[in-house]
């Protein structure tokens, strides 16, 4: 090849270097220039989140950012809707973050009652611990424990917007007795002091411990917990009331689920309801001579049959014992303590 042949192919490959050269300093520059227009982006998301948590608390964003609902994906392995399409809540079927930051702008206080009579008192303080570290955090709860000894019950640290409120009550010779008390008491309570004090009111009993998170997800109008034992038992081995004679009476094929008399709750009104009806129908049962085979559970049991819970919760939250295991079972809330019925109650 002729010199100027090779000058002019070494000037051709000079132009291509620089052209090619050119073209990746614009895509460096481009690529620079959206990284940073990324990171401003960032940063000034980061500074409006910091901004909003100061003013509003994080949880309550109305630009919270979670993970998309799905209709398609879910839990297959239990059912989370009843026939009358009140949600049952298992794990896996809300979003505590996302749930929290609903709740959290209505400025709720939940009432809790439990009763401590008898050597129950002992169970006290591990309940109140318990719920101090799970139950409804970073809500307002009220605390309302009645008991025949309120000199045995434990100081228990509660923390910010929490309180406890200690109730004597009359002692009774039969563990039966107590039971039936309690729709009365709730009764009583609802009525004289909570209508401006509480949004929402649980019942539950002493005898239990939280384990895990139990909030705002189990809130609605009338609430519900599936039992334990019998969750997935046909409805002719529930141990519903089988006389026609009681109040609570329920024939073999009738009932949907069968619930835990150890805990309820909902709204004021629906819970007031629940209440005046189950302790007319313990008066009416007594009248007769009749005492229902489960006492209170068994009256509760009658009344959610005819007055169908809005929102049931799953065996988690009212599970059987800490060391037994079931596959539908992911967590374990909240669960009764094992201890010696025969030592514990006042008679068989």
């Known amino acids: 090849m002729s010199i100027p042949g ?4 070494r000037q051709n490959f000079l132009i291509i270097l620089v052209f ?32 909003r948590q100061k003013t509003f608390g994080l949880r309550s964003l109305p630009g919270l950012l979670y993970n998309q609902p799905s209709v398609l994906v879910g839990r297959t392995d239990v059912a989370s809707v009843t026939p009358w399409s009140a949600p049952i809540i298992w794990e896996g079927t809300f979003d505590p973050i996302l749930i929290d930051s609903i709740y959290k702008q209505q400025n709720l206080t939940i009432a809790t009652t439990v009763f401590a009579l008898g050597k129950y008192t002992r169970f006290v303080k591990d309940f109140l611990e318990s719920a101090e570290q799970h139950y409804f955090v970073g809500f307002r709860v009220h605390y309302y424990l009645f008991t025949d000894q309120p000199e045995s019950v434990p100081e228990v640290k509660m923390g910010e917007n929490r309180s406890l409120t200690v109730r ?7 563990w039966q007795d107590i039971s039936m008390s309690r729709m009365e008491q709730l009764e009583k309570l609802i009525e004289n002091e909570l209508a401006s004090e509480a949004d929402y009111i ?8 939280f384990y895990g998170r139990w909030g705002v997800e189990s809130l609605g109008r009338l609430v519900g917990v599936i039992h334990p034992w019998l969750f997935d038992a046909p409805r002719d081995r529930f141990t519903y009331e089988r006389r026609p004679e009681s109040q609570a009476y329920i024939p073999a094929d009738e009932g949907d689920y069968y619930y835990a008399g150890a805990a309820f709750g909902g709204s004021l009104e629906d819970v007031h309801h629940l209440t005046k009806t189950c302790r007319e129908k313990l008066h009416i049962d007594a009248a007769n001579s009749i005492e229902a ?13 005819l007055n169908k819970p809005s929102k049931l919760l799953s065996p988690e939250y009212m599970w059987r014992d800490i060391n037994e295991s079931a596959a539908q079972i992911k967590v374990i809330r909240f669960s009764n303590v094992a201890k010696n019925y025969a030592e514990v109650r006042p008679n068989p």
Do not use: A, P
């Open 20 to 51: 090619f050269g050119m073209v990746l300093s614009g895509l460096l520059y481009l690529n620079n220039n959206q990284n940073s227009c990324n990171q401003q982006k960032i940063e000034r998301v980061v500074i409006e989140l910091k901004w």
């Open 6 to 9: 090779i000058m002019l192919l």
């Open 202 to 209: 649980f019942c539950l009993d002493i005898d239990t411990k």
């Open 168 to 174: 004597k009550v009359q002692s009774f010779k039969r």
């Open 293 to 305: 085979v489960w006492q209170e559970e068994s009256h509760l049991n009658k009344y959610f049959l």
